[in-house]
């Protein structure tokens, strides 16, 4: 009866790193992708000089900020901007 238990803590032990291990992981993949910025944040932050350089792809403006932690950003391009 004993090892029934410790065989569901060890399970629950296991299950709880696997949920943990997810979570984290998730996380780490969206430190080194842009962050996506609606076209409006994009003007405001174009106004308040804080863009650093903009990339016009198609429908999609990629840019990097200049505020003290530079950082990529995607918006997508206003369909009256064509």
Request: glycine share 6%.
């Amino acid at each position: 009866m004993k090892l029934e238990r410790f065989d569901q803590q060890i399970l629950l032990w296991v299950a709880l790193a696997v949920i943990l291990l997810a979570i984290f992981s998730q996380f780490g993949m969206r430190t080194g992708q842009p962050q996506t910025i609606d076209y409006s944040q994009f003007l405001t932050d174009v106004k308040s000089n804080n863009v650093d350089s903009v990339t016009f792809k198609g429908e999609i403006i990629e840019g990097k900020k200049r505020d003290g932690n530079p950082s990529s950003f995607t918006t997508p391009r206003p369909a009256t901007a064509r």
